[in-house]
């Protein structure tokens, strides 16, 4: 199965669409333009839409970086789809096309006894990590030391 993703003229993706491999093959094979524009003739375009890309669900490594998503963004000049910067402190690696942290996740998602911790989140105003555990105790990743501190807060999930 090949998949492609329709783009509006912004380059977001709007909708992403199954075809047969073998029309793909029979009309300039994978990520040509020519089989982008078969593709548009057997399945059209939405109201906003303005292109077809193939994307690949099974390798996305291969064809663009990653596979595309409705809302993710087509950047032409480095030929790959991301998803929008979840945060402004966020950096795109160029390699991957995914968006990291400035601090990298913890290596570490449990405390205590191996229990995990319920859920892990970025907090951008403090640049840090918090874990929170099935009391919704709050924990902060401390890089240097590589493990978590309790903050000494309680949080109830609706203050997440």
């Known amino acids: 199965m090949a998949w492609f ?11 992403v ?9 029979a009309n300039g094979g994978n ?15 939405s109201e906003n839409g303005v292109k077809w890309i193939q994307t ?21 000049q480095r030929d ?15 390699n991957t096309c995914k968006w990291e942290p400035p601090v990298g996740f913890p290596g570490t998602i ?6 995990p911790y319920s859920n892990i989140i970025w ?6 990590w918090l874990g929170y555990d099935f009391l919704n105790n709050e924990y902060q990743w401390i890089t240097s030391s590589n493990s978590w501190v309790a903050t000494g807060n309680v949080v109830l999930i609706k203050d997440r």
């Open 123 to 128: 907090k951008e105003d403090l640049q840090k």
């Open 110 to 115: 449990t405390f205590g006894d191996a229990i």
């Open 56 to 76: 690949d669900q099974s390798n996305p490594a291969l064809f663009r970086k990653n596979y595309a998503g409705v809302g993710f963004i087509y950047d032409p």
């Open 5 to 15: 993703a329709e783009i509006d003229l912004n380059n977001i993706v709007l909708r």
């Open 17 to 25: 669409a199954v075809a047969d491999d073998n029309e793909v093959t």
């Open 31 to 45: 990520c040509s333009e020519q089989a982008a524009e078969h593709f548009k003739n057997i399945i059209g375009l």
């Open 80 to 94: 790959a789809f991301y998803s929008k910067q979840p945060y402004p402190s966020w950096i795109l690696n160029e």
